[in-house]
Nanobody, 123 residues
């Protein structure tokens, strides 16, 4: 069974930090470009960040640029998302997803999705 799995969510105060991780089962993440997405209550799922297959290219939504960092360790086939200076508006379920391309792609192209991990930022 092919799946990706997130971990590392939780409750944090505004200004705090969290690090999310994403691993794969039944697939090797280093064959995929990877993305982090989030969905807040009552809102659509949005892309937050993306990283190319070899880690050489990254992209961030304006809302998180300068605060969040996406990275990957292909030797460990793990994707990371360091989130600093968290704000209440960052509260959402965060999903990692994989797409079998070298570079980042639109949300609809992502094939494998995790179940999500809740991030809650209190004011």
């Amino acid at each position: 069974q092919v799946q990706v799995m997130e971990s590392g969510g939780g409750l944090v105060q505004a200004g705090g930090s969290l690090r999310l991780s994403c691993t794969g089962a039944g697939l090797s993440l280093d064959d995929y470009a990877m993305g982090w997405f989030r969905q807040a209550p009552g809102k659509e799922r949005e892309v937050v960040s993306c990283i190319s297959r070899n880690g050489g290219v990254t992209w961030y939504a304006d809302s998180v640029k300068g605060r969040f960092t996406i990275s990957r360790d292909n030797a460990k086939t793990t994707l990371y998302f360091q989130m600093n200076s968290l704000k209440p508006e960052d509260t959402a379920i965060y999903f990692c997803a994989a797409v079998e391309f070298a570079g980042c792609r639109p949300r609809s192209d992502f094939t494998y999705w995790g179940q999500g991990t809740q991030v809650t930022v209190s004011s």
